[in-house]
Structure formats: C-alpha cells, structure tokens
C-alpha cells in the first residue's frame, strides 16, 4: 500500500489550497478514503471520509462548509479541497483507506499572515 499526499504550502488566513493523496496498493474504487491532520503537540485527528463511490461524505465540525472531500476513481487519487483557511488548520495532513493500517508521509499545510 503506498499513500502520496501532495498540494500543501504556506496560505494566508482566508485562502484556499487543495490536497491531493494518490493511492496505490489496494483496490482504491472499492475503498473509502479519508483524510486526518496532526497539529504540533497534537494528537492526530479525523478530518472527512468518502465512501468508494464518492456518494457519501462525512466532515469533522471544525472543517463542515469550508473543506470538501472528493476523489476520482479513474485516477487512484483523492481530494481535499481547503476554503476559508484557519490559523487553526495548520497541520501535517494525511489520507488513508480506513480499512488498512497504512498512512502516507503526510504534506504540510501552513497558515499564517
């Protein structure tokens, strides 16, 4: 199973970046797919999920009406896309097939003015 997160950066308070996370490994259009975040000195937490086919999307109340979660089958890859961006978003984010134990490199995403 290989996880490649990429598309974070430094993004000022307000602004927008989208996550991508190509999988390889698994039967990725028969898996869900979510995405975690881990904050300095924190605890790694839950983010959004996606079912396999892309009908179902659940989102932690901290990120509900600015981050959206998506993925494209064809491509083996799915998304995070990041609106209104919070100081408090800062984090090392993830993406992993819920049902496997394994976890990408994770990328960064920096908000600051």
């Not at 199973?1 to 996370?21: A, K, W």
């Not at 396999?52 to 659940?58: L, Y």
């Not at 600015?66 to 993830?94: C, G, H, Q, W």
């Amino acid at each position: 199973v290989q996880l490649v997160e990429s598309g974070g950066g430094l993004v000022q308070p307000g602004g927008s970046l989208r996550l991508s996370c190509l999988a390889s490994g698994f039967t990725f259009s028969s898996s869900a797919m979510s995405w975690y975040r881990q904050a300095p000195g924190k605890e790694r937490e839950f983010v959004a999920t996606i079912n396999n086919r892309g009908t179902i999307r659940n989102y932690a109340d901290s990120v509900k009406g600015r981050f959206t979660i998506s993925r494209d089958n064809a491509k083996n890859t799915a998304y995070l896309e990041m609106n209104n961006l919070k100081f408090d978003d800062t984090a090392v984010y993830y993406c992993r097939n819920p049902g496997l134990p394994s976890w990408g490199q994770g990328t960064q995403v920096t908000v600051s003015s």
